[in-house]
């Protein structure tokens, strides 16, 4: 407070003390307590909103317990489609040979569906591919000397 409030309240900062008397006294922890009240009312109305903003947040990115699973409405769908972004592997077109190699190789380490379906694109058949010798295997990008092994043992 500066040196005038405090001649208001009946003393002087060159007093040495405070002279209050006690009406002004109980009339300023009345307004003390009533701002004290004002603002505590003031966060708690916060408090509330901000607990109904995130309890519609929740709402709109849950699943509500109603509804039968798959109907949760456009933001469950939005966020499973922002989820699973990037994570997807392009659909590829039905090949019963590249299925089927698939089936017999793709337990080997190293091997993925592409290095499948360069062998394929080089050695145009599966027959083809189990003659093939490790050299010839070699010649496909992305086929190394062990890899090739692998593969020709795997077919034998």
């Known amino acids: 407070m500066n040196e005038m ?3 208001d309240l009946g003393g002087s900062a060159a007093d040495g003390g ?22 505590k009312e003031e966060f708690d109305r916060f408090r509330q909103q901000e607990a109904q ?17 798959g109907q949760q409405g456009p933001m469950r769908l939005q966020n499973s489609a922002q989820a699973l972004q ?7 077109e039905e090949d019963p040979e ?4 698939h089936e017999r190789l ?23 591919l189990e003659q093939a010798s490790e050299d010839e295997l070699v010649q496909v990008d992305g086929i190394g000397q062990r890899l090739a092994a692998k593969i020709v043992r795997a077919l034998q």
């Not at 006690?22 to 307004?31: K, L, S």
């Not at 903003?53 to 699973?69: I, L």
């Not at 590249?98 to 190699?101: C, K, P, Y």
């Open 5 to 7: 409030a405090l001649e």
């Open 18 to 39: 405070l002279q209050v008397d006690p009406a002004q006294a109980e009339a300023m922890r009345d307004r003390a307590l009533a701002q004290y009240m004002q603002r």
């Open 53 to 69: 903003r995130r309890d519609r947040q929740q709402t709109q990115s849950e699943p509500s317990q109603t509804q039968p699973r």
């Open 86 to 92: 990037g994570q997807a592997q392009p659909q590829t």
């Open 98 to 101: 590249l299925d089927e190699l």
């Open 106 to 128: 793709g337990a080997l380490p190293g091997v993925t569906r592409t290095k499948l379906e360069a062998l394929l694109n080089e050695f145009d058949s599966i027959e083809a």
